[in-house]
């Protein structure tokens, strides 16, 4: 089907930058929208940023204004480029897409795939 691998997640103080990536690869015929969640400890994931295949795009008011979200769709690739980081912005990261894959059958199918997640952790 569809496999995401995500990358750029680390220690940061607060303050500081990191730009997320998530190239998503396998039998893949379309891709419609492509996105980031996050799950701060002991709390549940939530929405952070989405791109639509044309290209508009939906934020978390939490992170309006610090974070932009991109894609590169010859590459199957989504970024999401994060400033001014705030210890509240710690943690896991997960990318999401959904679209259609092509099957052995040649015939196409949906997929909703995530990403295994990366850590983000800001320092105060």
């Known amino acids: 089907q569809v496999q995401l691998v995500e990358s750029g997640g680390g220690l940061v103080q607060a303050g500081g930058s990191l730009r997320l990536s998530c190239a998503a690869s396998?039998?893949?015929?379309?891709?419609?929208?492509m996105g980031w969640y996050r799950q701060p400890p002991g709390k549940q994931r939530e929405l952070v940023a989405t791109i639509r295949s044309a290209g508009s795009t939906n934020y978390a008011n939490s992170v309006k204004g610090r974070f932009t979200i991109s894609r590169d769709n010859a590459k199957n690739t989504v970024y999401l480029q994060m400033t001014s980081l705030k210890p509240e912005d710690t943690a896991v990261y997960y990318c999401?897409?959904?679209?259609?894959?092509?099957?052995?059958?040649?015939?196409?199918?949906?997929?909703?795939?995530w990403g295994q997640g990366t850590q983000v952790t800001v320092s105060s």
């Open positions: 999401n897409t959904d679209g259609y894959y092509r099957g052995s059958d040649l015939f196409t199918y949906a997929f909703n795939s």
């Open positions: 396998g039998s893949i015929w379309s891709i419609n929208t």
